[in-house]
Each structure stands twice: as structure tokens, then as C-alpha cells.
């Protein structure tokens, strides 16, 4: 072998070695950070900072509200701390502005909560109370601390322990916890001697403290800490997803990032890797996108579920649970008066890049269509024998903002009707024609 043919050899064995070890990659690039610092999505907005100054960008990376407060929160119910710091004091005068970054409640707190049920939890001469949209006290400022209201209830802490108060200030459930969250789904974490169980609204153990760490359950789920490995547990309390991660966050828009050998990905609510461990640093997926850092660059991805070849594949007359992997929703029927219809399909509301197929009693006969403003019209025949006709919609990509948002409309030649059709990359949305 000649020296050309060596250099060229090691030149090869290189760049294979340079090529990262990804064996899919279900996520796509949306853009770079371009600030100091960015952060989740909320409400269709994520904090940006630049330097001392903190500010929102939009779902496509634009500027929404410049940087211009030293301290700001996420978007909730229309509304986002923020306020200012001084820096020679360090004392702090928080408020709230709306989504243009007007101030609606004067920055007068030391320190604020987000928006829920329509309080939040402020800081007001060293004690937390309740105030309402307009910035009015409803409950006064006199414990030590306090959680948002979630379900009723409120965590507070009086004498160095935890209880639950309700929106008149009195408590439901007496303060004893050594720690504790908020309620959701009728269910809240409790610590008790450095172990997490869970209650519900009686005070009822649902799950005995037991756990190093336990959360809140989300899409079905919820975190534990066993050993110092993470893990989740399902509705019925049993492991779900076996403990084994170095770190796990809450599942949102369907996954959860994970942590393995000092990498994150992502997983499904089955325990399957969706995104493989490739970041440095990595965050929730929030509407639609995920902060992350990868080999150094900061920016936000989409996901990008790998699309099953089910939707190529006609079989007439099969029910809808057969043609897909993924479930069906009840979905609606509609009346019609001929046999002949015809449907219009479009995006609804904002149009973001959705595309979707449609399947008609088996046949699928519209593939990976991208919805627009404008309609897309077609016909179906009413098949009088059929047992179901059926019309299901299913999304290839869920565009900027999820889920995939469909309008409707059917025309038989006596009446227009109109419906909206709701499906992700886990459901299949539908309507039954009778």
C-alpha cells in the first residue's frame, strides 16, 4: 500500500470516528439561542436575558418583549411577573405585565408566584399572601411561605410545617408536613421524615412516604427517586419506567428528557428512546420546542416522531384501530342527507405548518398534506352497506404550536356543518358519517 493510499485510509477511519453515534434522529433544528441565557416555553413565550436584562421571545424565535427587567417569570393566565432589583440594596419590586410587556400589576412585591385559578402567591413586608388579577389582596400577607392555589387548595407553611388552606384562608388540611406541593388531579406529594408519599384532598395516604424524591404525576406519570436513580410510577402507584436514569424531568408535549452516562435524550410514556443521549444540557418540550445544548451550540429543537408506514397502506372497510398504531379518539358523528358530500379541510386558526393525512374507511386518500389558510376540498360517498363510514385525521407533524388543529366542513347540498378535529403523534382524531 502506498503512502496515498495509507493517508488516505487514516483520513477515512477519521471522519468515521468524528461522526456522532445517533441512531435516529427524530428531532430537527428550529434556531440558535441568541441571547446570554434562554429558557422554556410557556404560553407561547420563552425568558431571554441578556446580561441583567430579561425579555420573552416567540415560538419562532422572535422578540416579543425586549429585555428590560432584572427579574421576570413565565406566562400564566395571560400574565408574567416581572419586576426590578437593586442592586446596591438587593431589594427587589415585583409585578406583573400582559403579553405585549405592558405593567398591569404595579411591581410593588418582593417576590411573586405565577398566575393559577386566578391568584397568585406575593411577598409583602417578609409574609405571603394571595392577590387577584387586579393586584388586590384576597388573602392577607401572614405565612411564611405559600404555593399557588391548584384544585381549592393552597400549600402554606406556619410554624416550620406544611398544610393546605382553602380560598377563604382556612385550612382543610393542618399544617404537619415537613414539605409539600401542590395538588393536581386530586393528588398531592408530601414529605414526612425525608420520605415523599402521596395524599389526596382528605388527607389520605395514597402513597405511603417511601420515596427519596417524588412528583406530580404528568401525562399518566410520575417521577421517584429510589437508591438515587430515577424512575416513574403509573396511576396504579406500580413502577412504570424502570428506575435506571441518572435524572428524569416531567413528561410535557408527551416525552420526558432522561439522563445517561452524563448525556440527555428523550423518552416516550412507554419507557422507549425517542431522541438518543446526545446533549451536553437539555430541557422540556414546551410548546412544541426543547432548549438544549448541543456540542457546545445553544438553540431549541422540534421533534420529529419517526412516521410509521402505516398510513401507506390501504385496507378498505377496516375498522379505524386497524390501520393505526396509535389511538383512536371517540371522535363525533354527523348527520348527513345525500350520499355524495363534500369536505373542505384547512388549518384553524393559526396557521403553523401542520400536516396531516386523511383516511377514509380504510383508504387513505390524502397523504401528508400541509394545512393552509385556504381550503382543500374533496368529495366522499356515503357507503349505504358499510357498517361505519368513517373520516380520521392523522398528523404527520404537529407544526409550530400543538396539537394538529383541523376545520372541517361538510356540505351534502342541504346543510354546511362545521367541526374541529384535535390530533398529535400519539391520537388519531375522527368523525363517523350516519
Not at 150 to 178: C, M, R, T
Not at 181 to 194: D, I, L
Not at 255 to 266: F, P
Request: glycine share 8%.
Amino acid at each position: 500500500m502506498n503512502s496515498q493510499h495509507s493517508f488516505l485510509l487514516i483520513l477515512f477511519f477519521l471522519c468515521i470516528q468524528a461522526i456522532p453515534a445517533v441512531a435516529q434522529q427524530n428531532y430537527e433544528w428550529a434556531f440558535d439561542c441568541a441571547f446570554n441565557n434562554c429558557y422554556d416555553f410557556y404560553d407561547g413565550r420563552a425568558i431571554v436575558t441578556q446580561k441583567r436584562q430579561k425579555g420573552f421571545i416567540d415560538v419562532n424565535g422572535q422578540v416579543a418583549v425586549a429585555p428590560q427587567f432584572n427579574i421576570i417569570d413565565a406566562y400564566a393566565e395571560g400574565l408574567a411577573s416581572a419586576g426590578y432589583i437593586n442592586f446596591k440594596t438587593m431589594e427587589s419590586k415585583v409585578g406583573f405585565i400582559d403579553k405585549s410587556g405592558q405593567m398591569k400589576i404595579e411591581a410593588q412585591f418582593q417576590n411573586t408566584s405565577f398566575f393559577q385559578n386566578g391568584m397568585s402567591s406575593v411577598k409583602s413586608d417578609g409574609k405571603w399572601g394571595f392577590v387577584n388579577n387586579t393586584g388586590t389582596f384576597v388573602i392577607p400577607a401572614v405565612y411564611e411561605e405559600a404555593q399557588v392555589f391548584a384544585e381549592g387548595l393552597a400549600a402554606v407553611k406556619e410554624n416550620e410545617k406544611w398544610g393546605y388552606i382553602n380560598h377563604s384562608g382556612d385550612f382543610k388540611i393542618q399544617p404537619k408536613y415537613d414539605n409539600a406541593g401542590t395538588f393536581s388531579n386530586g393528588r398531592a406529594r408530601v414529605e414526612v421524615n425525608g420520605k415523599w408519599g402521596m395524599i389526596d384532598s382528605n388527607n389520605s395516604f395514597l402513597v405511603e412516604p417511601q420515596y427519596e424524591a417524588l412528583h406530580n404525576f404528568s401525562d399518566g406519570l410520575a417521577r421517584i427517586q429510589v437508591n438515587g436513580k430515577w424512575g416513574f410510577i403509573g396511576l396504579d402507584y406500580e413502577i412504570a419506567i424502570p428506575v435506571e436514569y441518572e435524572q428524569v424531568q416531567n413528561f410535557s408535549n408527551q416525552l420526558a428528557r432522561v439522563k445517561k452516562n452524563n448525556k440527555w435524550g428523550y423518552i416516550n410514556k412507554k419507557g422507549a428512546l425517542e431522541i438518543e443521549f446526545i446533549f451536553e444540557s437539555a430541557y422540556d418540550f414546551r410548546d412544541g420546542l426543547a432548549r438544549v445544548i448541543l456540542n457546545g451550540q445553544k438553540g431549541y429543537i422540534r421533534y420529529k416522531k419517526t412516521l410509521e408506514e402505516e398510513m401507506v397502506e390501504d385496507k378498505v372497510n377496516a375498522a379505524p384501530t386497524e390501520l393505526v398504531k396509535r389511538e383512536v379518539k371517540t371522535g363525533q358523528t354527523i348527520s348527513v342527507t345525500s350520499k355524495v358530500v363534500t369536505i373542505s379541510i384547512y388549518d384553524h386558526k393559526k396557521i403553523d405548518g401542520d400536516v396531516v393525512s386523511i383516511n377514509y374507511n380504510g383508504e387513505w386518500i390524502l397523504l401528508r398534506h400541509e394545512l393552509t389558510g385556504k381550503p382543500y376540498i374533496f368529495e366522499l360517498t356515503i357507503d349505504a352497506v358499510a357498517e361505519n363510514n368513517y373520516m380520521m385525521l392523522y398528523a404527520n407533524t404537529l407544526g409550530l404550536e400543538p396539537p394538529n388543529t383541523v376545520a372541517v366542513t361538510i356540505d351534502d347540498g342541504t346543510e354546511v356543518q362545521k367541526v374541529v378535529l384535535n390530533s398529535d403523534l400519539d391520537t388519531c382524531d375522527i368523525i363517523y358519517f350516519e
